[in-house]
């Protein structure tokens, strides 16, 4: 899994585009293999829209990245940051909203950096302050629909600290109905059974 090149959610299912040369390495890890020789990416694509299943999807490529080109000419991209805020005690800062666990995250404006827009967003959908940007982690991708677009969100994440005191506040406005700290059983025995699959996989790579 490790020479995985892309990787993206559509519909919370997981799309990897590798490199064909890993196809013996990604049939014993399971799920659905699908050659770019025989198909197209619009057609995987289509596929997991219309049939969503548990399953995840590896296309093999002999050329990944434009492979990667091509699946990016069928969305609109929109630019996210968000971050993975702990405390001083460990705990993590996580949001519900519209009926999911989740991590704070929101577009990036015209006029400001991944790092701005990220704590920007944090303190605002949390209602703390103080935030302070500990290193980049990595990207993820996933996809949705807005008033009949098909949309590619773009994350940029953030290991943030926080060592204030302030009670957090739940953004209403953005359908944000609680704010709280959670620690890292917490996150494992109510986080995660009620959350994206995309977030469970993100925070089981950056919080081992």
């Known amino acids: 899994m490790k020479s995985i090149i892309h990787k993206i959610f559509i519909n919370d299912i997981a799309l990897y585009i590798a490199d064909v040369y890993d196809a ?9 293999i699908i050659s770019s020789a025989t ?9 997991i829209e219309k049939h969503p299943s548990a399953a995840t999807y590896f296309y093999l490529s002999d050329n990944p990245d434009a492979s990667w080109h091509l699946f990016l000419t069928y969305y609109t991209l ?34 400001e950096s991944p790092e701005e827009a990220g704590v920007r967003e944090v ?14 982690l990595p990207l993820t991708f996933h996809t949705y629909s807005l ?6 969100k773009k994350t940029n994440w953030f290991l943030m600290q926080y060592n204030g005191k302030e009670t957090p506040k739940p953004q209403t406005e953005e359908d944000i109905e609680e704010v709280r ?5 917490e996150l494992k025995t109510i986080f995660y059974k009620n959350t994206y699959k995309s977030i469970m996989e993100f925070l089981n790579e950056v919080l081992v």
């Open 123 to 136: 303190e605002e959908e949390c209602g703390i302050s103080g935030l302070k940007i500990i290193q980049p």
């Open 24 to 32: 013996d390495a990604l049939a014993k890890a399971g799920g659905k």
């Open 39 to 47: 198909t197209d990416i619009k057609d995987v694509i289509s596929e």
């Open 181 to 185: 700290w959670m620690n890292a059983n």
């Open 78 to 111: 929109i630019e996210a940051s968000g971050g993975v805020v702990r405390n001083d005690k460990g705990d993590y800062l996580v949001i519900f909203r519209r009926g999911k666990w989740d991590l704070p995250k929101g577009k990036v404006e015209y006029d």
């Open 147 to 152: 008033k009949k677009k098909s949309v590619l």
